[in-house]
């Protein structure tokens, strides 16, 4: 029996689960049945010459999208229409407590070496994220299982921690693809998956070529002979790429020439409201944001509508200083919005003896589209708080890894997630990778524990409000605003009516879900 986990639903089968997730999925005009052929040609943002295929590292667009939904495949997917479907895993069943989860593995999956899919690759793969050496932003969702089981070579059991509402959701996770038990080293290296392409050619930061993989189980995906997506971080470049007919497709439209490309008859944009959201995280080892007064002030610091219609050109909104969406089942929207205040940011820095307080600030626009612009219009308000921000442009290339958790304040974005805990546990919990300011808060974290295992759906909202507000008002992340998923594609290429909103370029599943009409 299978058991459906829907972003407007609930775990099925008398689990109350309370999950539910983004929403906003935008919705098309409906086209005829999909067609095979041609080769897609994308320009996108987000390339590093440190790109692998090592899904564990990736963190940023370009990879998102060649890993899951591309080369990789992941144990469950959300869809389109943000129900949450088998991808390798066909079903799963819960305990009563949703501490044990047993999956129902997809049978006559081939990866792209011939090997086929079986419990094994699973157990290995998972495996990988807790390795002594691992450094995997999805660490936190493999760690919360205490036990794997192979039933059989099409089942597996995996026995957590603690009950887990959300877990099937979190296996949908773009860094938990599976690789073949045998040849994981060889998987990571050339790019051997069980997805609907496989490898011709990757060159790290520059391009990647993908060619349709022919026994691939999906029969209503992936319809493309061939996929060419090309690095170009360059905002001005990729637009102008799309505008020439050098590519069919973009993400991040650069909203400066957003109009000239409504003026161009053979462009389409497509926007959804999802949880992204842009952010400027502090470490807080570092002085002086170890202060919680001086983390408050400089939250105070920003024009949030100022960045809102200046940088997204009105494509998103306000945010609150948490990471909880809009779109999340559990977003407190009664909580009060942090408005612009520097007399009061002033008073906490004299409270706190900085009166005069001098800052770095490193951003470049790998962060988010017009990240630089947004730090120079943050320098300019904080000074009526008396704030002196020193400005750093860092380089795109290498921005991941050489300044993002590297340097004491920086831009930042996330494209947010699906529940709470997702969202919180990849980025919060005490100790995990991808904690960008290492901000310890002990009610936070045993909030977070409680939260996960709650069944109960109002016990659940008022632990997910409670942890909103520690966040907002003692966490090290301002989170000024929620931008919208804003892309473009020629109307040589289209879809199935429905475009989904967990991440850009529909959920980073364009290759499976597109086509040429």
Known sequence: MTYELNRRGFLRAGVAAGVMAATGSRMT?????????????????????SDSWDGRTHSDSFMIMMGHGTVFDCLTEVGADGQLKGELAESWEPSADAKTWTFNLRKGVTFHNGKPFNADDVIASLNLHTADDAKSAAKPIVASIAEMKKMNDHQVQMVLKAGNA??????????????????IEESIAKGIGTGGYMVENHDPGVRTIVKKYGNHYKSDACFFDSIE?????????????????????????DFKT?????????????????NQHFTFPMLTGVEP????????ALKLAFNRQELVDKILQGHGAVANDHPIGPANQYFHKDLAQ??????????????????????DLSAANAAFPGAVDASQLLQASAKAAGINIKLTQEPDDGYWSNVWLKKPWV?????????????FSTAYESGVPWNDTAWENA?????????RAELDTAKREAIYHEMQELCSNDGATVVPMYANYVDAHSKKLTNSGTIGNSWQMDSSRIAERWWFA
């Open 289 to 296: 944001f170890n202060n919680p007064d001086v983390r408050l």
């Open 166 to 183: 959300d877990f099937p959701f979190l296996l949908s996770d773009y860094h938990i693809v599976i690789h073949p038990a045998d040849g």
């Open 411 to 423: 831009a930042c974005y996330w494209s947010g997630r699906a529940t709470e805990d997702w969202m």
């Open 29 to 49: 005009p409906a086209f005829a049945a999909p067609k095979m052929g041609g080769t897609l040609r994308m320009g996108i943002a987000g390339a590093n010459t």
């Open 229 to 253: 997506q090309i690095a170009i971080n360059d905002s001005s470049a990729r637009m102008n790429a799309l505008m020439t007919g050098q590519v069919d497709a973009i993400n991040r439209v």
């Open 338 to 359: 942090r408005e612009y205040d520097p007399e009061q940011a002033r008073s906490l820095l004299k409270k706190a003896g900085m009166e005069g307080l001098t800052v």
């Open 443 to 451: 009610r936070f974290q045993e909030l977070l524990l409680l939260g």
């Open 258 to 274: 957003e109009i000239l490309m409504k003026r161009n008859p053979n462009i389409n944009i497509f926007e959804v409201t999802g």
